[in-house]
């Protein structure tokens, strides 16, 4: 079938809006009309550094609603409202014991430009075109393997859950999942974006005492605050480290790292207190430790999350409900654009404009 995608042709460039042809659901695969998709830091990663073969049609935060489903898939059908998450092969070790987020096989199934039978199904000009995340929903419509699908309810706004698939998930699952603070602990977030903002309502969730955001924003800080956060220190303004013991009396017990900053890295580390765990989310650079004063001496633990180390079938439907119930309010994170406003909306996810943006694509 013919559908119009947002196909990036080479490295760092703009996307543009063109025809191209998406083949039939195989086994195992659903067939989705995208009504909406997120706009992630991960897609402008991928286009500008080349993270997936070109041509490629990016877009991994997809919501729509199922058309067709190919043999063997089950507990899916036509008309299902669903979220598009992250590929993982389901059969490997990780997988297995709950942590797919860690699939042995996630770098070739989510970035490797093929489908997980090693076949494309878009294609443009009889010439393959790379698949992203298993999804590619930056499109009208698009195909992915059922272990990507997540079912959700139909008296929500499908239009904005596209989110919950990857940004949204990874910062609330990040404390509520691999982190799971325990009641009346403190724990400081690093960057007041969707991922961070996301953590701040889950750590408000978790019952934390203290719920710490950095960022260099004040409007962000504000969010926060009407958020869940309890303190808010802005980076260029505080001594960051020594504000949070000071607030805190010894350091955090928890912290989470989004930016990617090294420097803001450091301090996440620095700003713990003895045995505590921060969990590093953003893409971050070579970074170089004290291993011994900053980390050993201490007891302390630095861990990589990936997707917050979510089952999506399992813990969007949470997140919904938590929605659903006012106590997670992600939507004030959102503001929707057009499809054909795609390249401005990354524009304003970069400078800081739109902490969450969202593409209406039908």
Known sequence: MKIKAAVTHEQGQDFKIEEVELHEPRLDEVLIKIVASGVCHTDAVAR?????PFPAVFGHEGAGIVEKVGEGVQNIAPGDHVVLSYAYCGS?????????????NFN?????????????????????????FGQSSFGTYAVANQRNVVKVDKDVDLALLGP?????????????NKLKPAFGSSIAIY???AVGLSAVMAAK???????????????????????????????????????IKAITGSGTHYAIETTGVPPVVKQSVHALRPLG?????????????????????????????????AVPQLFIPELVEYYKKGLFPFD????????????????????GKTIKPILKIS
């Not at 199934?109 to 039978?117: P, V």
């Not at 919950?164 to 509520?176: E, K, R």
């Not at 009407?226 to 808010?232: F, I, Q």
């Open 48 to 52: 500008d550094i080349g993270l997936s």
């Open 92 to 104: 490997c070790e990780n997988c297995l014991s709950g942590h797919s987020s860690t699939c042995e």
């Open 108 to 132: 070739d199934l989510n970035f490797g430009g093929e489908m997980s039978d090693g076949t494309h199904r878009l294609h443009q000009h009889d010439q393959p075109v790379s698949t992203f």
């Open 164 to 176: 919950l698939g990857c940004g949204i998930q990874t910062g609330s699952g990040t404390v509520l």
């Open 191 to 193: 960057g007041a974006g």
């Open 205 to 243: 969730i978790a019952g934390c005492k203290h719920i710490i955001a950095v960022d260099i924003h004040d409007n962000r800080l504000e969010l926060a605050k009407e958020l869940g956060a309890t303190h808010v220190l802005n980076g260029q303004k505080s001594d960051v480290v020594k504000e």
């Open 277 to 309: 765990a921060v969990a590093i989310v953003g893409v971050t650079p070579a970074i170089e430790f004290d291993v011994h004063n900053d980390i050993m001496a201490e007891g302390k633990t630095i861990m990589g999350v990936i997707e917050g180390d």
């Open 332 to 351: 004030k994170l959102v503001q929707f654009y057009e499809f054909d406003q795609i390249n401005q909306a990354f524009e304003d996810s970069k400078t």
